[in-house]
């Protein structure tokens, strides 16, 4: 498996997206919407990065739908809204990045996903057959994307 990168995502893919799925996340800040990007399913999948935050410490390591980057002090993977995409919608981040703290975390980031890589592509495994299955939580099904529409639309998007 090759290593995996930090993509920023074209916000127009993300708005035709939207329409057909209300769950893919809007970015709420100013910085841009970042994520990992892997394949799964015959599909690359974008999956967005949380940068750190207090809560992140907190949370249950065995959620389901997240991936704790280094206990959480990095941030967190949030599978539950990864979205396929092409390849040609899609940024690499770090070579964009001028501030040195931001460019440091990315790194890192980084870093710990892809020693990491297989504990990652397994938790997305797992919440991806629960869901094609239909046996997640009502409220993992209430903020999870709905990951067969998308692929649908990825591969009609031109």
Do not use: W
């Not at 892997?38 to 390591?61: C, R, T």
């Not at 690499?92 to 040195?100: G, H, N, Q, T, Y």
């Not at 057959?129 to 209430?142: A, E, R, T």
């Amino acid at each position: 498996m090759k290593n995996l990168k930090i993509y920023i995502i074209n916000e127009e893919y993300i708005n035709y997206l939207r329409k057909y799925d209300s769950k893919v996340p809007y970015n709420k800040s100013k910085r841009p919407f970042v994520g990992v990007v892997y394949e799964y399913n015959h599909h690359n999948y974008f999956a967005p990065l949380s940068s750190p935050k207090p809560k992140h410490l907190k949370m249950n390591a065995n959620a389901l739908d997240i991936f704790k980057i280094k206990e959480g002090t990095l941030g967190i993977v949030n599978i539950n809204n990864m979205i396929p995409v092409p390849k040609f919608v899609l940024t690499e981040l770090l070579p964009l990045v001028k501030e040195a703290k931001y460019k440091e975390l990315i790194k890192n980031q980084l870093t710990f996903l892809n020693k990491n890589k297989a504990k990652l592509m397994k938790k997305v495994t797992v919440y991806y057959n629960l869901y094609n299955k239909n046996l997640l939580s009502f409220n993992q099904n209430n903020r999870t994307c709905n990951y067969h529409l998308l692929e649908e639309k990825c591969d009609e998007y031109h």
